[in-house]
Every structure is written in C-alpha cells, then in structure tokens.
C-alpha cells in the first residue's frame, strides 16, 4: 500500500485542527468527517495495519487520550479480523457483513450500529455497548460479551454458541431463533428479551433474570430448567 496519500492526509488534517482548535479534545465537523472517510479507506485498504494507521492518524490530531471517533463510518465488508479497536466510537457504523473474527473491541461503543451478518467469533467484546445495534444472523460464537449492554439489541438468528455473556443487559433484545447452546449466562439480565425459538440447551443460566422474557414451546431450554 502506497502509504504516501495517508500520511499527507494526517499532516494537512493535523494542521487544519491545530487551527480550529478551541482548548478542548474537540475537533471542528469538517475536520472530523475529512478523518472518518481517510480513516475508512486507510481500514478497507489495508486489513493489517489500517487502523493501526487511522490510529496514527488520530493521534497526530493530538486526539491521543480520546477514544477513536468512527461514528457512522461505512466499514461495510472490511476485513478487521484481529483488529485492535478498544474504546473506539463506532456508533451508527456500517459494519454489515464485516469479518472481526477475533477482533478486540473491549468497551467500544457499537450503539445503533449494523452489524447485520458480522463475523465476530471469538471477538473480545467485554464491556462493550451494543445498545440497539442489529445483528441479525450475526457470529458471535465463543465471543467474550461479559458486562456488555445488548439492551434492545436485534438478534434474531445470531449464533451466540459457547459464547460469555456473564452479567449482560438483554433487556428488551430480540433473541428469536438464536443459537444460545452452552452459552453462559450467568447474572445476565434477559428481562422481555424474546426467546421466541431460541435454543438455549446446555447454556448457563444460573442467577440469570428471565422476568417476563417471551418464549413459547419452541424455546429450548437447559435439561431442568424451569422459566
């Protein structure tokens, strides 16, 4: 990858903060949405070391003690497989189809984010806030969610096998025909989630709330369980 454009990028946007700064971690909407797109093509282009770049970026907008702001950008389809993205704010992202197999997103900030058929096995999503996001038929299979807010998240048909979901907020999520076999559950809050069709055979369930969570005779759920 041709690194020269990137670089002259951050230059000309670090000069154009430097210059609309007003003595506060803030930068100018301009400035702002001239580093979303640059960081966006940065990510698409180079799977490796894209945001490691769009990092270099942010930080060169002397933006270093702010978590990365992705609001809104269209990642849809980028390969962010391992990608190293704790507390950055994606919120409204596009991340539709994108593979983040393994990906660290620690205490990011995905809300109302579409991460419509994502790819998100074995992903690191402790703390995280998934509020509202949609993940339809998503993969979070064996993925670390432990604390993170899925409050009326849509995960209809989403594989959540084996995954940790100790002490999450499901309240209101939408869990139609979710794979939640031996997922653990343990402390999670699923207050009016439904489960309508949800298999939860073999998941954990132990000090879980399950007040008025919606399900029907097509909810599988663990051998002795009784909701």
């Known amino acids: ?23 506060s971690a803030q930068l100018d909407p301009d ?6 797109a640059a960081a966006a093509e940065l990510i698409r282009a180079d799977p490796k070391g894209g945001v490691n770049h769009a990092r270099e970026m942010w930080r060169a907008l002397g933006m270093g003690d702010v978590p990365m702001d992705l609001w809104g950008a269209d ?8 990608a190293e993205m704790c507390d950055a704010d994606l919120r409204g992202a596009d991340l539709t189809n994108a593979n983040l197999f393994g990906a660290e997103l620690e205490y990011a900030d995905l809300r109302e984010a579409n991460l419509t058929g994502v ?9 995280a806030n998934l509020e509202k996001a ?44 979710a794979d939640l076999r031996n997922a653990n559950l343990q ?18 369930l132990y000090d879980a709330e399950v007040w008025d969570a919606i399900h029907d005779t097509s909810t599988g759920w663990p051998k002795g369980f009784k909701p």
């Open 1 to 23: 990858m041709n690194l020269a454009i990137p670089i002259a990028t951050a230059a000309a946007l670090a000069l154009a903060a430097r210059s609309s700064r007003r003595g």
């Open 31 to 36: 400035t702002l949405a001239r580093f979303k």
């Open 75 to 82: 990642l849809s389809g980028a390969n962010l497989s391992k």
């Open 119 to 127: 790819d998100l096995e074995m992903a690191g999503l402790k703390g």
């Open 134 to 177: 949609n993940l339809r038929v998503a993969d979070l299979s064996r993925a670390d969610l432990e604390g993170a807010d899925l409050s009326r998240a849509d995960l209809e048909g989403a594989n959540l096998k084996g995954a940790n979901l100790s002490f999450t907020m499901l309240e209101g999520a939408d869990l139609r025909n």
């Open 187 to 204: 402390s999670a809050n699923l207050g009016e989630a439904d489960l309508t069709g949800a298999n939860l055979t073999g998941a954990d």
